[in-house]
């Protein structure tokens, strides 16, 4: 009775892969694959212009000086009007910026922020910076973002933000990517 099981069960797996045929019209998960790579190419816009500050609407957080005599601030809240050569990116941010302050005049920063385009979405960003060492310090902030609005939603964007410590604004250059076809 079990070698008449056992023979039953091979015949039977060999009839299915026998029954089996290709289907000529369904592509091969090979071709889709192909064809797709093809059509997935990301298309870059750069762009660039300059970042002003809002003096006004600057508030300070929570500010501690640990016995190191490092200083940390958390929850710095500011406004920048960011002017591009591009309106998908031009537009007034509100930014959460987090720093650790060192002795040398360098720091760490980190945070996030929301571009408001008017009649076009808002961007989602999230950042991460510096301030190099001494009094010619330069700021730097390297930020990403991700577009939400029926114009910008599903693209992504990055930006540097560089500022000398004599320089009013930040100078800014960037690439907005969309995915896809």
């Keep these: 009775m079990k070698i008449s099981m056992m023979m039953l069960l091979i015949v039977s797996i060999f009839i299915f892969f026998c ?62 009007d960011d002017f591009m050569n591009n309106p998908l990116v031009t537009g007034r941010i509100d930014w959460v910026v987090h720093w650790n302050a060192y002795l040398d005049g360098s720091d760490t920063r980190w945070g996030t922020g929301k571009l408001i385009v008017e009649d076009v979405g808002y961007w989602d960003l999230v950042y991460k910076g510096w301030r190099t060492a001494g009094e010619e310090g330069v700021v730097t902030y390297e930020v990403d973002g991700t577009g939400k609005g029926e114009l910008i939603r599903g693209l992504k964007a990055h930006w540097t933000y560089k500022r000398p410590h004599d320089q009013p604004y930040f100078t800014v250059t960037g690439s907005i990517i969309k995915h896809g076809n």
């Design 19 to 80: 029954s089996c045929s290709e289907d000529p019209v369904a592509p091969s998960i090979m071709q889709d694959s192909q064809e797709n790579i093809g059509l997935a190419k990301e298309v870059q816009m750069d762009f660039s212009g300059e970042s002003w500050s809002d003096p006004s609407s600057i508030t300070w957080g929570k500010v501690v000086e640990l016995p190191s005599e490092v200083v940390l601030v958390r929850g710095f809240l500011i406004s920048t």
